[in-house]
């Protein structure tokens, strides 16, 4: 099986290259100059009209959006790894449920913090007012992942799993860019043994792709 990642480093791809990484999948990088415009290649714009980093092209067909891939990464090659359930097992609608909840609903309460706080929105469009309502948002969700975990080392019991990578990736882009944990002592434990596995710190290297 061939497969190439489209990626730029320290992006929405970094996930996806700490994936493959956990995986042991050989693969092929490609990176792209945000910045130069690579993504509006009609080259590449024929594997994501979203002109977006991560893609993936396995086999020659291509699979945009991260959570899309790094759910089928888990399908595909999770099992074989104790890194996914499988699909006749109750802890793969566990997988799925938190995977997506963090992807959409965390991930879209973040996004309108973003909007309304972020370094890159003009001050026109920035808004204290919804700034608050999604921090209190965006804390109220911390509080019922730090409740999934007061009883558990990780997401799904006692190991380490793909939903762990997925869910922690954004709640510490959250974090990153003002949403503490703060007060949330079991998501905090939690991070801390994410941020310790290896295959975290070679993908987050500030010259990994
Ligand atoms: N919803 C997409 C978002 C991906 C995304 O925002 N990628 C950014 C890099 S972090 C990108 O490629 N931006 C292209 C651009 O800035 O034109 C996903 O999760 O895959």
Known sequence: MSMTLYAAPLSSATPVVHALCELEIPHEVVLLDLLAGDQHQPE??????NAQVPTLVV?????????????????????ARG???????????????????????????????????????????????QAKHTQDELQGLLGLLDARLAARRFLLGDDFT??????????????????????????????????????????????AG
Request: net charge neutral.
């Open 44 to 49: 590449f714009r024929a594997l994501n009209p």
């Open 59 to 79: 086999d020659g067909a291509p699979i945009f959006e991260a959570l899309a891939i790094l759910q089928w990464l888990g399908d595909r090659f999770g099992l």
């Open 83 to 129: 890194l996914w359930p499988a699909a006749e097992d109750p802890a793969r609608l566990e997988a799925l449920s938190w995977s997506t909840w963090a992807y959409v609903t965390f991930g879209s309460a973040l996004k309108r913090f973003l909007q309304a706080t972020g370094a890159r929105v003009p001050e026109a469009l920035r808004h204290p007012v």
């Open 162 to 207: 793909l939903v762990d990578l997925i869910v922690a990736s954004v709640v510490s882009y959250g974090a990153h860019c003002g949403v503490s944990t703060d007060g949330h002592a079991g998501v905090e434990a939690w991070l801390e043994r994410f941020h310790a596995r290896p295959a975290y710190q070679k993908a987050w290297a500030p010259a």
